[in-house]
């Protein structure tokens, strides 16, 4: 599978398109009127709620086969690896700007 396969599941922005968001802007704001790191942070919003909607698809879908409602073992197991594929990068996401945190925390001005 292709990254930009992974991309494609629910619009998920890679992470260097964000910095690129943050490297194209002009005096702190965008063509719209949104700074970057408003941008940005709408965009972590949009990827955590993405997130959340793939778990509770996940769950919808293990409830429906667990009743008898759906005898696709296929739907289900695309469900779950949807909901653990963005996850996991969700997971990736924050750990990165965590990391990133850290580093500027121990910056010495």
């Not at 619009?11 to 802007?25: D, F, K, Q, Y």
């Not at 002009?26 to 790191?37: L, N, Q, Y």
């Not at 941008?39 to 008898?68: P, R, V, W």
């Not at 469900?79 to 910056?107: D, F, G, P, S």
Request: no cysteine.
């Amino acid at each position: 599978m292709a990254s930009s396969d992974i991309y494609s599941i629910g619009g998920i922005t890679p992470v260097s398109n964000m910095s690129e968001l943050l490297l194209n802007r002009t005096k702190g704001k965008e063509a719209g009127g949104i700074s970057s790191f408003e941008a940005l942070l709408n965009s972590a919003m949009g990827m955590i709620k993405e997130t959340e909607d793939y778990s509770n698809a996940a769950e919808e879908a293990e409830m429906a086969y667990m009743l008898g409602l759906n005898d696709s073992v296929s739907d289900l197991l695309i469900a779950q690896t949807k909901a653990n594929v963005t996850l996991q990068y969700t997971v990736a996401v924050r750990n990165a700007v965590i990391e990133a945190y850290k580093e500027l925390m121990q910056m010495q001005f």
